[in-house]
Structures are given as C-alpha cells and as structure tokens.
C-alpha cells in the first residue's frame, strides 16, 4: 500500500507550496510519516518527519528549518509539509513515507531505508 503525495509544482523563489500526503487505505494516525526529497542526480535524502498521534513531535533537517512546517490533519488523514521561501536548491521530487514505530525518529527520518509505503512522489520546482 502506497502514499500518495500531491501538491507540487513550479514556484518563484521565494514562493510558497503545500503537499499533502495521505491514502485510503489504513489510517496514518498510528505512524510517523516522513516527507523525503530527491533532486536529479542526488541521494534520497530526510527532510521532516512527524510522530505518530501518541507522540506529535517534529523533526527537520537543517536544509529546511524554519522554512517548512509539517502538520498532521486527522480528520483528512492528512499530512501536509507547508514550504515556505522557497529556494532553487529546493527543487526535487519530493515522498512521502510511513514508519511504523516512533522510536529513533530524530535519526531515523534521515534514512530513507528505514521507511516504507513509497508513492511516486510530487515534483516541486523552483525556479524565475
């Protein structure tokens, strides 16, 4: 069972995008989602993740803190990555992933093997 993650797309630098990332399959309550990023030519790489219900607590990756903002919407069954000031080095085709357990997650969303349930990700691109 994959996510799907939606939401990308071209935006100036400076600009602002919202990807969503949710299925209809099983309820993500219970797991720690993370959102990856993977740009041309480059690694996999650990951007933010999400404990589970039980827990809430966020991590970020230096690339991006104080830029993004991950939010878990539990009516919807959604989580959203809020992407702010967004920079060209930003651009990337951007995942989402489940992880079943919270344990470790400071280190963990930094390795995209840990991870499961990949979808074909959302392009964002940013660029003039």
């Known amino acids: 069972v994959q996510l799907q993650a939606s939401g990308g797309g071209l935006v100036q630098p400076g600009g602002s995008l919202r990807l969503s990332c949710t299925t209809s399959k099983y309820t993500l309550d219970y797991y720690a989602i993370g959102w990856f990023r993977q740009a041309p030519g480059k690694e996999r790489e650990g951007i933010s993740c999400?404990?589970?219900?039980?827990?809430?607590?966020?991590y970020y990756a230096d690339s991006v803190k104080g830029r993004f903002t991950i939010t878990r919407d539990k009516a919807k069954n959604t989580v959203y990555l809020e992407m702010n000031n967004l920079r060209p080095e930003d651009t990337a085709v951007y995942y989402c992933?489940?992880?079943?357990?919270?344990?470790?997650?400071?280190?963990?969303?930094?390795?995209?093997?840990?991870?499961?349930?990949w979808g074909q990700g959302t392009l964002v691109t940013v660029s003039s």
């Open positions: 992933a489940h992880k079943a357990r919270d344990y470790g997650l400071a280190g963990a969303f930094r390795d995209p093997s840990l991870w499961s349930s």
């Open positions: 999400i404990a589970s219900i039980n827990d809430g607590t966020t």
